[in-house]
């Protein structure tokens, strides 16, 4: 099946730094990636819509200055937590469609993000 | 709109018992049908899925049926193992543009020796 990479797997970093993450599809091209958080013990919360070329198109709540998506080609989006503070500690998960479509919509998920804010 | 509805865990079950997680949905049109696994501290796994009425997906001696007249599509296997222990999302593809899944809450389940 299709391959999703997300960079770094954990990251620690003190209050007030940013951090990027970065998900990476490794054998297909995806026009359009989303973006998850998972707080401990919780569902997956949608946080945007990563389109290539575009803005991305973030979901109610989701502070857009906070998290930062760029799509800037058909296997890469970032997604950059500027000004992070313990609250903003999770797991960010990034997912990709096969651009190619014809197929059941299934999304190819990236090994996750944990990141924790000191 | 579209939703989809599990059990809430946990599920504690012992090694080689029958597991059955519930899960419904309500979708307009023809939704595709997934189950996703997450094993702790990784990312989701696709486990199976079905992408029409009375498809059956089927992996590692999980099953699902797309049930069509009952809006479900329940996970089940015939005998667990401890490393099935994981948190288990069903999830649909409404199947129209470029959309998101829409997730389940996930139903944590532990295996016992």
């Known amino acids: 099946g299709a391959v999703v990479s997300q960079h770094p797997s954990r990251v620690i970093c003190k209050s007030g730094t940013s951090v990027k993450i970065e998900c990476r599809s490794l054998d297909f091209q995806a026009t359009t990636m989303f973006w998850y958080r998972q707080f401990p013990k919780k569902s997956l919360m949608l946080m945007a819509t990563?389109?290539?070329?575009?803005?991305?198109?973030?979901e109610q709540g989701v502070e857009k200055d906070k998290f930062l998506i760029n799509h800037a080609s058909l296997t890469l989006s970032t997604l950059t937590v500027t000004s992070a503070h313990p609250e903003d500690s999770s797991f960010y998960i990034c997912?990709?469609?096969?651009?190619?479509?014809?197929?059941?919509?299934?999304?190819?998920f990236g090994e996750g993000s944990r990141l924790t804010v000191l | 709109g579209n939703s989809v509805t599990q059990m809430e865990g946990p599920v504690t079950l012992s090694e080689e018992a029958f597991l059955t997680i519930n899960c419904t949905y309500t979708?307009?049109?023809?939704?595709?049908l997934f189950w996703y696994v997450q094993y702790p501290g990784e990312g989701l796994q696709l486990l199976l899925k079905a992408t029409k009425a009375d498809d059956k997906g089927s992996n590692k001696g999980f099953e699902a049926t797309y049930r069509k007249e009952t809006t479900s599509f329940h996970l089940e296997k015939g005998s667990v193992q401890v490393s099935d222990s994981a948190v288990y999302f069903c999830?649909?593809?409404?199947?129209?543009?470029?959309?998101?899944?829409?997730f389940g809450k996930g139903t944590r389940l532990s295996v016992i020796a």
């Open positions: 997912s990709a469609r096969d651009r190619r479509g014809g197929g059941t919509g299934e999304l190819f």
């Open positions: 990563s389109n290539e070329g575009s803005k991305a198109t973030y």
């Open positions: 999830a649909l593809s409404p199947n129209s543009g470029n959309t998101p899944l829409v």
């Open positions: 979708a307009t049109g023809y939704p595709s």
